[in-house]
């Protein structure tokens, strides 16, 4: 039986209630208090409206430990979607034990690959990655096993046929209907303090007050009885769940999540639910993972920032300086569904802000900076294609360990003799598969690239013309290189061309009505941010049976690039 009478209190007032010391506050005030203390700065689970329908499950990912092949302090992050958490930092060791879990919710259409990144943390090498690991939900979900305790092998970055490690995760999926048949369990742990899963008077009591419902709350004895079925004097587990799906199909006793105070009923009686479960699972005495990060790069350097707090979010910026100011960007990895930052390299970062930031770079604008901006390519490429740019080949892969994978490259790295060869390496053969390449009615990416997508011209020049004036200059692009001429027919997914070091935008074209273009091209483009994909995804899709040979009208056109 739960702490506490398993009768009503009188009510009546304490003989020394006038000259008493303020109450002590319950164990679970407490506990609420230190919850909310631990979730500030953190993931305060902010919801978007999920469909029943879309409701997948609920995935509970710990990360045991690590074995490594050398001793450091380590840390590991967990990233899904667009959220990223983090473990504490271990002890300087080759086997850190972090044992911190994480829940995350799984969509039908939604983030199904969840990555694990491990970084050394010591102040030489400042955060940094050393191996990573994917796990697909969906397969463990179809496994229907309790509880999946994994070693699985951390790779190298680089190079995915490289193992730097090994980690060791527990890894379960609720379904949906053991998440709501799980809901009331959840709800009597978090006052039944003995977890004899039974609530005395008090702790019932304690609970109808933390749900913030004020007619519920007048109603405590009453509630209390109506539970209590076999008139034992305490409510158990079946008993809390049977009076919960009365009162939900009446009025919820649930306006304030009990846990973390906020305001329940935004939504639907499901999303409540959801954010309700995520809750009560940070009280269960599991450590569990910071959030509020949204790339493992960031959560790898613990800058404590909400999400609420990437006010540029929704911008081009994305919560970083913008424009000549930016060192890094954020980008979404069309493959794992994840938020991906990219560094920008340091040279076009000081070139820009040259240009851009300085008196005599403004004045030059005024004037024109044709002639600077060639001048400045110029001497890149004349660098790039000399025998001693080889030597920044590494630091390029180091930079972009995340993207570049040598395992994919024709050649080793010792084959490549300037750094442009590199830059214009070849791939083996079957490194970028050909979507329905048998279709002419599919559209396929034309490059390795950040691709954004527009319905019309005119939205193209809405998101990216605002505050007056533009000036785009293509600073460090280097050369431009056809290897079709003209005439020649181009079969889809065929080498068209490449760009030297720098890279720089490939506009795709098409008739207004001609192709329906992807939904999750379009979603990320609306909020400006830039889609990770490589050549032989999907693009979109023809709206026409048959091909016209009528020349498209450029006011007529939707952009792709």
Same mark, same amino acid.
């Given at each position: 039986m739960g702490h506490g009478s398993s009768r009503p209190d009188s009510g009546e007032p304490s003989p020394d209630a006038d000259t008493a010391e303020a109450p002590v506050p319950s164990r679970f005030a407490r506990f609420r208090r230190r919850l909310r203390f631990h979730r500030s700065g953190s993931d305060q689970l902010p919801f978007k409206n999920l469909a029943a329908e879309d409701f997948a499950g609920i995935a509970r990912i710990e990360i045991i430990g690590a074995e490594m092949k050398f001793k450091d302090r380590w840390l590991a992050c967990l990233s899904f979607g667009e959220r990223t958490y983090r473990t504490d930092k271990s002890d300087h060791t080759e086997k850190p034990v972090w044992r911190s879990e994480k829940k995350v919710i799984l969509e039908r259409n939604g983030p199904h690959i969840a990555r694990i990144s491990v970084f050394e943390t010591n102040r030489l090498s400042r955060n940094n990655l050393v191996g990573y690991c994917e796990i697909d939900l969906w397969k463990v979900l179809s496994e229907d096993s309790?509880?999946?305790?994994?070693?699985?092998?951390?790779?190298?970055?680089?190079?995915?046929?490289?193992?730097?490690?090994?980690?060791?995760?527990?890894?379960?999926?609720?379904? %949906?209907?053991?998440?709501?048949?799980?809901?009331?369990?959840?709800?009597?742990?978090?006052?039944?303090?003995?977890?004899?899963?039974?609530?005395?008077?008090?702790?019932?009591?304690?609970?109808i007050s933390a749900f913030g419902n004020e007619v519920a709350a007048s109603k405590k004895e009453e509630l209390f009885k109506q539970a209590d079925k076999n008139g034992d004097g305490v409510v158990d587990m079946d008993e809390l769940a049977i009076l919960l799906s009365i009162q939900q199909e009446k009025e919820s006793l649930i306006s304030n999540c009990p846990v973390c105070g906020e305001n329940l009923g935004k939504y639907d009686k499901m999303n409540d639910m959801l954010h309700m479960t995520l809750c009560f699972d940070e009280g269960t005495g599991n450590q569990s993972m910071t959030g509020g990060f949204l790339t493992d790069k960031q959560a790898s350097y613990g800058w404590?920032?909400?999400?609420?707090?990437?006010?540029?979010?929704?911008?081009?910026?994305?919560?970083?300086?913008?424009?000549?100011?930016?060192?890094?960007?954020?980008?979404?990895?069309?493959?794992?569904?994840?938020?991906?930052?990219?560094?920008?390299?340091?040279?076009?970062?000081?070139?820009?802000?040259?240009?851009?930031?300085?008196?005599?770079g403004l004045t030059l604008i005024d004037k024109g900076t044709r002639d600077l901006l060639r001048s400045i390519s110029e001497k890149q490429g004349t660098w790039m294609n000399s025998p001693e740019s080889a030597k920044d080949i590494p630091k390029f892969i180091k930079s972009f360990e995340d993207q570049v994978n040598m395992d994919e490259v024709k050649h %080793?790295?010792?084959?490549?003799?300037?750094?442009?060869?590199?830059?214009?390496?070849?791939?083996? %053969?079957?490194?970028?598969?050909?979507?329905?390449?048998?279709?002419?009615?599919?559209?396929?990416?034309?490059?390795?690239?950040?691709?954004?997508?527009?319905?019309?011209?005119?939205?193209?020049?809405?998101?990216?013309?605002?505050?007056?004036?533009?000036?785009?200059g293509a600073t460090m692009v280097g050369s431009i290189t056809f290897l079709k001429k003209e005439g020649d027919y181009v079969h889809k997914g065929d080498e068209f061309g490449y760009f030297s070091f720098g890279g720089s935008t490939v506009i795709c074209v098409f008739e207004k009505d001609a192709i329906q273009i992807d939904e999750d091209l379009l979603a990320n483009s609306e909020r400006s941010l830039e889609t990770l994909v490589s050549v032989g995804m999907t693009l979109g899709v023809s709206r026409r049976k048959q091909a016209t040979e009528e020349m498209p009208r450029l006011e007529n056109c939707t952009l792709g690039a």
């Open positions: 309790e509880d999946n305790l994994e070693g699985l092998s951390l790779l190298d970055p680089s190079s995915s046929n490289t193992i730097v490690g090994s980690i060791s995760i527990s890894c379960y999926v609720e379904d %949906p209907i053991e998440t709501e048949k799980a809901f009331a369990r959840r709800v009597l742990a978090v006052v039944d303090y003995n977890e004899d899963g039974k609530l005395s008077y008090s702790e019932f009591t304690e609970l404590m920032f909400k999400l609420s707090e990437w006010a540029h979010f929704a911008s081009y910026g994305i919560g970083l300086k913008s424009g000549s100011s930016a060192s890094h960007i954020l980008v979404f990895d069309r493959r794992t569904k994840r938020l991906v930052e990219e560094t920008i390299d340091r040279r076009i970062i000081l070139s820009m802000r040259a240009i851009y930031q300085s008196k005599v %080793p790295i010792e084959y490549f003799k300037t750094f442009n060869e590199f830059f214009i390496r070849e791939l083996k %053969p079957g490194a970028r598969p050909i979507a329905y390449v048998e279709r002419d009615d599919i559209a396929i990416c034309a490059a390795d690239s950040r691709l954004m997508a527009f319905t019309s011209v005119d939205d193209s020049l809405r998101f990216w013309i605002k505050v007056a004036f533009v000036a785009i």
